[in-house]
Structures are given as structure tokens and as C-alpha cells.
């Protein structure tokens, strides 16, 4: 580690302009140490110095690098595409001698033309840094992007504006390329659920009354939305007991009958797991004292439940909505 590296990660350009690497890093979606990576083994570094240790870089700086991140992205070995970004022509290099035909552009060139990156559509720029980072399977990268999104935006914007449109993304793209890009999606979604474990604070102690019991239907195993729930009700101080994917009726119905819930969600990806019946169960199970039993809450999440809509059972349709339910009744 050098000395220069919190003059380099302030967050305040160097005088005479340009960027610092942290501000660059930014801009790029990667970690300060993938630029740095970058300048030392193959010489993408910046131009212009400032008093010996202020590292600026200038557009063209940024715009090479830009399209080193364009090159990976497709597959490309770094250090090929290294090698084009440095080769490529930026507007305020000298142009050809007269007479002189530009280079044709490489097979692994024209390939990335074929729109082989993930189609985010109206994004928040996060989004293309992380998909950029999950593309190149750059875990050091993906986590940092992460970390800061979770921590600049609060966990429910940053799952609702960052993640999820490039888990939706990847997921697309693995639909339309066969079974490439499977490791893309599995990738991405445990960064994501690791994120989630260090952002959020510890489980908070049982309340009588308050505690929320979340599960995915027997069968069904995409546990990350409730990963997230987990962690957002984490953050706001509430009990959560998360039994994870495909947890057997037998299971679920211990695990009600141990805590006395205040509400139960029921996480279905798939229609094909959805169940009206064990929702309508769970719903209707009964603790405490003679007199004055209670009921949990169940709360039917997921795609799943569309079309299996249960009568007098709420059916949140995101991730605050889902929060803001549980609040209203474990908060009693």
C-alpha cells in the first residue's frame, strides 16, 4: 500500500483538474485496486501527474478505461483487451500518416458488437457497474459496488433500483443465450445474499408478539428475496426467524407453533409451488392462552401467488410494501 493512497481516494480532484482514481472508480462501477491493477500491468494509467504523487486523469484517460471495462465484459483476457483500448484512437490523438489504413478491427472486436453485455434499459448508473463487475466475475469489484450502493441509497432503494434490474438482467440474458451465462446469474445472486449478511445489523431479540417467521413454500429454493426482507426488518430492529428454501410443511408448522409469529411470509417463485391451502393453514393456526389466542399474519410473497390470491391475506407487491405490512402488525 503506498503512501499516496488516501490522496488518491479523497474524493477531491488534484489541482489542475482531472479526476482522482477513486472518482474514476466510481464512474467506471469497478474498485479503486481494478484501475490500479489496470495502470501497473498494462499501462492504462493516467497521463498527467501533479507534484509527483497526485495521480489526474483526463478524459481520454477515462474513455480508455472505459473501453478496457466494454472489452472485458464481452469475455475478452484482459490483457487483450487492454491492448485494444490502448491501440484505439481518442479523439485528441495524432491522426494516421496519409495513406495509411487504420488496423482492421479484431474478431473479438466485432463480436462485442453483437450486444453480448446485458440490456439494462433506463437504469440508475450503479446498475451498469454492477452488471459489468458480475459479467467479468470480478468478486473484489462486485462487492465493494455493492457495499456502496447498500450504504449510499439504504437497503430497499438499492435492492429495488440497483439489484434487482440487473438480476433481471442476467437473467434475461441467460434465457437468450442457452445455458451460458448460468454462472453470470449464480454469481451475482451470492455476492448479493453476502452483501445482505454484512450490511445487515445483528437479529434483533425475540418480542413477544413481534417476531416474523419467513420461509419459502416446500419446493421452491430462490431464497434471496427473503434474504433481503430479512435484512430490511433487521435494520428497522425487528425479529426475524428465516428458515430458508423448501421448508417442509411439517417444518413450518413447528416453527409457528415455537414462536407465536406475528406475521409468517411465504416466499413462491413459481406457481407450480404456490399453495392456497397451506397458506390458509398457517393463517388459521392458533397460540397463547385460553381467551385470548392469536393468529399470525401470513403474507403470500413472490410471483408465485399470482392467480392464487387468498382471500383476506395480504399480498405485498414489493419489497417496501412488504416491510411496511409486517411493521403495522408486529409493531402492535
Known amino acids: 500500500m503506498g503512501p499516496n493512497r488516501d490522496v488518491e481516494e479523497s474524493g477531491s480532484a ?24 489496470w495502470d501497473r500491468r498494462y499501462g492504462l494509467g493516467p497521463t498527467a501527474h501533479t507534484g509527483g504523487r497526485h495521480r489526474r486523469w483526463t ?51 466485432r463480436r462485442s458488437r ?19 463487475a458480475a459479467l467479468r466475475l470480478d468478486a473484489a469489484a462486485l462487492d465493494e459496488l455493492l457495499r ?36 453470470v446469474e449464480h454469481f451475482l445472486s451470492w455476492h448479493v445474499s453476502g452483501a445482505l449478511r454484512r450490511h445487515a445489523p445483528p437479529v434483533a431479540a425475540d418480542r413477544p408478539g413481534a417476531t416474523t417467521v419467513l420461509a419459502c413454500v416446500p419446493a421452491e429454493n430462490h431464497t434471496l428475496p427473503l434474504e433481503v426482507l430479512a435484512a430490511a426488518l433487521a435494520e428497522r430492529g425487528l425479529p426475524v426467524r428465516m ?20 406475521a409468517v411470509g411465504l416466499w413462491a417463485q413459481s406457481r407450480t409451488t404456490a399453495s392456497r391451502p397451506l397458506a390458509q393453514h398457517v393463517a388459521a393456526m392458533e397460540w397463547g ?13 413472490g410471483p408465485g401467488w399470482a392467480g392464487q390470491t387468498v382471500q383476506g391475506l395480504p399480498r405485498p407487491s414489493g419489497l417496501a410494501e412488504a416491510v411496511t405490512a409486517v411493521e403495522s402488525v408486529a409493531l402492535r
Open 59 to 109: 478524459d481520454a484517460d477515462v474513455a480508455r478505461l472505459e473501453r478496457m471495462c466494454a472489452l472485458t465484459a464481452t469475455g475478452l483476457p484482459p490483457a487483450e483487451a487492454a491492448q485494444l483500448a490502448l491501440d484505439a484512437v481518442m479523439p485528441d490523438a495524432p491522426a494516421p500518416r496519409e495513406g495509411t489504413a487504420p488496423p482492421p478491427a479484431p474478431a473479438a472486436r
Open 14 to 37: 488534484p489541482r489542475g483538474g482531472g479526476l482522482t482514481t477513486g472518482e474514476v472508480a466510481r464512474r467506471l462501477g469497478v474498485a479503486p485496486t481494478t484501475v490500479r491493477t
Open 289 to 301: 392462552v385460553r381467551g385470548a389466542r392469536r393468529k399470525p399474519v401470513v403474507l403470500t410473497l
Open 243 to 262: 428458515f430458508g428454501g423448501a421448508l417442509p410443511v411439517e417444518s413450518l408448522v413447528a416453527a409457528v407453533r415455537r414462536t407465536g409469529p406475528a
Open 148 to 183: 456502496t450502493a447498500m450504504e449510499e441509497y439504504g437497503l430497499v432503494t438499492a435492492w429495488t433500483e440497483v439489484i434487482v434490474p440487473t438480476l433481471q438482467a442476467v437473467g434475461r440474458k441467460w434465457e437468450n443465450s442457452g445455458e451460458r451465462y448460468v454462472e
Open 114 to 132: 453483437a450486444g453480448s453485455g446485458l440490456r439494462l434499459g433506463d437504469v440508475r448508473q450503479e446498475c451498469r457497474g454492477v452488471a459489468r
